[in-house]
């Protein structure tokens, strides 16, 4: 017999609260309704705060946040723009010299030749960056890519001296004492002067020192013309001859090496022409170095940096005190050369039987040191980048030592020129031109 189940004996949950809230007084219920609603709304502020689509307005109340819209003004995006193209301009102009390439690059120096003849009585050099050719009383200019950017054909035929420095290029016919002065591959200056040219000498501002034998009677002089051929000042000179000369202060100041062979000894003179001074202090001897020879030099603000046959110096151009950087004693040297930035030096390392090559500023801070199985036919030190050429390939190394490459090659050229900024090298054979590009 089944027991009926008394409906009473359960309440509901809801009978039970309404149950609860008949037994609670007015006030009681209001509590309540107040503490859930504010549980509700510290719930509400939870979630939108979690929610970003929510922030607070000035009366504290939340409230949907704005839809916030990111937009690059055009002036912003000029910016970037001229930043991404400098960068990339960086990268594939000066990336090679440390090994970064934007677009490949050959290593077979047959893709990029020049088919020419050469003659012992050419001239080759750089100039604006480019490649220059004197032959058959031409002047050919040629970029990296083999391609002729210049051309200059002279009336009268002769065996010119050229000097170059910048975007200037001075072409002399020294037994007519004639002038040709380019700017930027244009002829600027056809000049005479009254004597007979020795030597001459550029500078960055067009500024040409020209030493020669005036036709007055005068054995050996100086004089300084500017680029319009204007003659800026004279200075009279010994019987010796000018080994190397450099201009300063757009050729204020005039620093130059001459021999010294009329004594027992035998040496070199360093003296410096001051047009500040009075015409009696003009010129000053600076400091003579006996049994030396000089092979180049250059300044660097107050101090000169000169190549002996024994030495590297640095003599202060006021007091004349010299300082030796670089003694070459050591019977294992077999190259040294100088530039603005550092000297290199080439020695055999007789005890591990191979050649070390040292890249060592002038404060004797060593830049870089590159060990070498072989050593090199030759060497060219261009700045940033440096070329060790050998019977049937070519090292490249920068100057922080780092391995560029090699190219191949059948067989020792008979010169070599550097040009646009070190990073292409022109090996010139009988035949044919190669330009090897980095």
């Avoid at 022409?273 to 600076?286: A, F, V």
Wanted: glycine content about 4%; proline content about 2%; aromatic content about 10%.
């Amino acid at each position: 017999m089944k027991k009926n189940k008394n409906k009473n004996s359960t309440l509901s949950l809801d009978e039970t609260k309404k149950k609860k809230k008949s037994s609670l007084s007015e006030e009681d219920l209001q509590g309540i309704d107040i503490v859930q609603r504010n549980r509700e709304e510290l719930k509400d502020e939870r979630d939108k705060r979690i929610n970003s689509k929510f922030e607070r307005n000035a009366s504290g109340q939340m409230i949907e946040a704005p839809q916030v819209r990111y937009k690059i003004s055009g002036k912003a995006l000029a910016i970037i723009v001229v930043i991404v193209v400098v960068i990339a301009w960086l990268l594939y102009d000066i990336g090679p010299i440390f090994g970064i390439h934007i677009k490949p690059v050959s290593s077979n120096i047959e893709d990029n030749k020049i088919e020419f003849v050469t003659k012992e009585s050419d001239i080759y050099g750089e100039y604006n960056n480019e490649l220059f050719v004197f032959s058959k009383n031409i002047i050919t200019t040629y970029n990296e890519r083999c391609e002729v950017t210049w051309t200059h054909s002279f009336s009268d035929s002769f065996t010119p001296k050229i000097y170059v420095k910048g975007k200037y290029m001075l072409v002399t016919n020294n037994s007519t004492g004639t002038l040709y002065l380019f700017e930027n591959s244009k002829e600027i200056l056809n000049k005479k002067i009254d004597g007979t040219i020795k030597n001459v000498f550029l500078d960055k501002y067009g500024n040409m020192a020209i030493e020669y034998s005036a036709n007055s009677g005068y054995n050996n002089m100086v004089s300084v013309y500017n680029k319009k051929g204007e003659n800026r000042y004279d200075t009279f000179l010994s019987q010796e001859g000018i080994i190397a000369l450099e201009m300063l202060n757009n050729a204020e100041k005039v620093v130059f090496c001459e021999a010294v062979t009329n004594s027992s000894t035998i040496g070199v003179k360093f003296r410096v022409i001051d047009i500040s001074k009075n015409e009696d202090e003009m010129l000053k001897d600076l400091v003579t170095l006996d049994n030396s020879f000089v092979y180049n030099f250059f300044v660097d603000k107050k101090d000169i940096y000169a190549l002996l046959d024994n030495k590297i110096v640095k003599i202060d151009i006021n007091s004349g005190d010299v300082e030796t950087i670089k003694e070459f004693n050591d019977t294992s040297l077999m190259y040294v050369s100088i530039n603005k930035d550092y000297f290199t030096t080439l020695d055999r390392n007789i005890e591990n039987n191979n050649y070390v090559v040292d890249n060592v500023g002038y404060s004797q801070n060593r830049v870089a040191q590159t060990t070498l199985e072989l050593p090199p036919k030759s060497m060219i030190i261009s700045g940033f980048v440096n070329y060790f050429i050998y019977q049937d390939h070519i090292q490249i190394y920068n100057k922080w030592g780092v391995d560029l490459g090699s190219r191949e090659i059948s067989f020792t050229p008979k010169k070599a020129i550097t040009f646009n900024h070190g990073k292409s090298l022109a090996l010139i054979y009988t035949n044919k031109i190669y330009i090897v590009n980095l």
